[in-house]
């Protein structure tokens, strides 16, 4: 029974859940949590109060009451804006980590679907409270610039997890918990069986999480598990351990209040130069893994983690086909900007634009592909411009490895729009750069193309034709994968040619745009993120699928008590 003590989240959030299933079940715009970091929103002294809390924890230990731990884990990150945080974490080994998960699971378990969705409800409404300490953390780990760092860190992240939670709760009450079975008989009374079913979940799940969306990213995996009734070992990326470090904390503590071991969520972040997600991902007691980050390590952990229920986002190239155009502006601004937002660091930013090599008409006239090339880099050059206004689009380079891939395609013949260093006016030790454009053709630069060029590289490639560039998408995208494909044409032919092969191939498609949507942007409760059709991704964030690997449905059964055993 609820009380003061043990509050009944169900009840408290009962008309969100419902407004969640049904929201994403229709695919309209909806979102509880607000984006926009405004005081009028979140009250005049939300960002202060946030900043205050984020550099709080700078430069000592970051405690979570209760948390178990053999050790210490040294300060690992540094902001990409150029300074330390010098934080330490507590250490949990794998074997220790999973031990703990799996000891804490059984009321867990054994909670209803409505309880344990109330308690991810709660969860993260109070993740939204924490949304300025949160955008800070995830600016000073990722490199996103703070705007993008509040709205992808936190509200957008909250509501992927919100739909995740809808989804998971939604396919757990789907049948009933008991059902009554009367099967008439051709003599004498029916055959009468008492069922009852229960959702049980796989075991204890293991969040492997990256470094530059660890929250948007993390969100789905970590809830769907939750609220199929399964423990959270959460294991961050080492130069983004914060924002996730705040939700264990902030998940740790609803679940106390609930009645519930708060070691249903753990962190376990690795020592320097320790590699813990091999170990977790293979404990044979660990039954579900999420996964964001590199294929290489993606496509291990879907051969070698065979005791769980893998799901994986990886990398792929993300092609735009250019056949036509009615708004050449809003074409060039367009994808100026989805080229340039967090310096081209997402897994959905294009990389591969595919452009007719002899020309393409406009409203403006024919353009060839060197044309297009020449006028996308003034576009970039248009939209960054100014110092102020291009560190607020573009953040900082996340790490050396993006660095030095940028230096690497620097190095490439024919490049169309060099990358430049912009000192940011904030952060002046920040590592700042503007998109690099490299001009290559179909044909004879399949070996650099192919490969993903992750950060502010893009590839205006030469084609023979509309329908060369597409065949080219469907091949690169069945043999690499991707998660974000794009056409421009003003023929609707071309557009339902476009549409079947992105069908074929597996990728979800954006046509023809030119206004404030962008083809790196995908928004919860309507798009889809990745569609396990391709090998960017075995998952797509959010569909049944994801959550309902998660848990079984275990059922009993016995003989229905006769009516005159039922009168006694």
Not at 43 to 60: I, K, M, N, T, V
């Amino acid at each position: 029974m609820p009380t003061d003590q043990n509050p009944d989240f169900f009840v408290r959030h009962a008309a969100l859940l419902d407004q969640a299933v049904e929201c994403a079940a229709d695919r309209t715009y909806w979102t509880p949590y607000p984006e926009t970091p405004s005081t009028s929103v979140y009250g005049p002294e939300a960002s202060r109060l946030g900043e205050a809390a984020f550099q709080g924890l700078l430069g000592r230990p970051f405690r979570i009451e209760g948390h178990p731990s053999t050790g210490t884990v040294p300060a690992t990150e540094v902001s990409p804006y150029g300074f330390p945080l010098g934080i330490s974490y507590p250490y949990l080994p794998p074997e220790v980590a999973v031990a703990t998960a799996k000891s804490a699971a059984s009321a867990w378990r054994a909670a209803s679907p409505d309880t344990r969705a109330g308690v991810a409800a709660e969860i993260l409404a109070r993740l939204n409270e924490a949304a300025f300490e949160i955008a800070y953390a995830v600016q000073h780990t990722t490199g996103q610039p703070f705007t993008m760092a509040f709205q992808a860190g936190g509200p957008h992240a909250q509501d992927r997890g919100l739909e995740a939670v809808a989804h998971a709760w939604n396919e757990q009450t789907r049948h009933p918990v008991a059902a009554r079975w009367s099967k008439p008989q051709r003599k004498g009374g029916p055959l009468v069986m008492d069922k009852t079913f229960t959702t049980v979940g796989r075991g204890v799940a293991v969040l492997i999480a990256c470094n530059t969306f660890p929250t948007w990213n993390g969100y789905p995996g970590l809830f769907a598990s939750l609220v199929t009734g399964n423990p959270v070992v959460v294991k961050p990326h080492r130069r983004a351990v914060l924002p996730l470090a705040i939700t264990v904390r902030i998940a740790r503590e609803v679940l106390a209040e609930a009645g519930f071991d708060p070691d249903v969520v753990l962190l376990a972040a690795a020592k320097p130069d320790e590699r813990t997600a091999p170990a977790l991902a293979t404990h044979p007691d660990v039954r579900i893994v999420d996964y964001t980050g590199s294929s290489e390590f993606g496509d291990w952990l879907e051969t070698n983690a065979r005791q769980a229920a893998v799901h994986t986002e990886k990398s792929g190239l993300n092609t735009v086909v250019v056949d036509s155009t009615d708004d050449y502006a809003g074409l060039l601004r367009n994808l100026a900007f989805s080229l340039s937002l967090y310096s081209g660091q997402m897994c959905t930013t294009p990389q591969n634009i595919l452009v007719p090599r002899n020309g393409f008409p406009t409203d403006q006239g024919r353009r060839t592909a060197d044309e297009f090339a020449a006028d996308l880099g003034a576009a970039l050059h248009r939209l960054l411009g100014d110092p102020a206004r291009a560190a607020a689009t573009l953040g900082a380079i996340v790490n050396d490895g993006v660095l030095k891939r940028v230096a690497e395609a620097a190095e490439l013949d024919r490049v169309a729009h060099p990358s430049r260093q912009i000192t940011h006016p904030d952060f002046p030790d920040a590592a700042v750069r503007s998109p690099l454009l490299v001009r290559l053709e179909a044909e004879t630069d399949e070996e650099t193309y192919t490969s993903e060029w992750f950060g502010p590289v893009s590839f205006v490639i030469g084609i023979d034709s509309t329908a060369h560039g597409l065949r080219l998408l469907h091949d690169t995208v069945r043999r690499h994968g991707a998660l974000t494909a794009s056409v421009y044409a003003t023929d609707e032919g071309v557009l339902e040619a476009a549409r079947a092969t992105a069908l074929e191939a597996g990728v979800n498609l954006s046509e023809n745009l030119t206004g404030a949507v962008f083809a790196n942007q995908s928004a919860a409760f309507s798009d889809f993120h990745g569609t396990a059709a391709n090998p960017a991704a075995n998952a797509a964030l959010t569909d049944p699928a994801f959550v309902t690997g998660r848990f079984s449905v275990v059922q009993s059964r016995r003989h229905a008590p006769t009516e005159e055993h039922a009168d006694a």
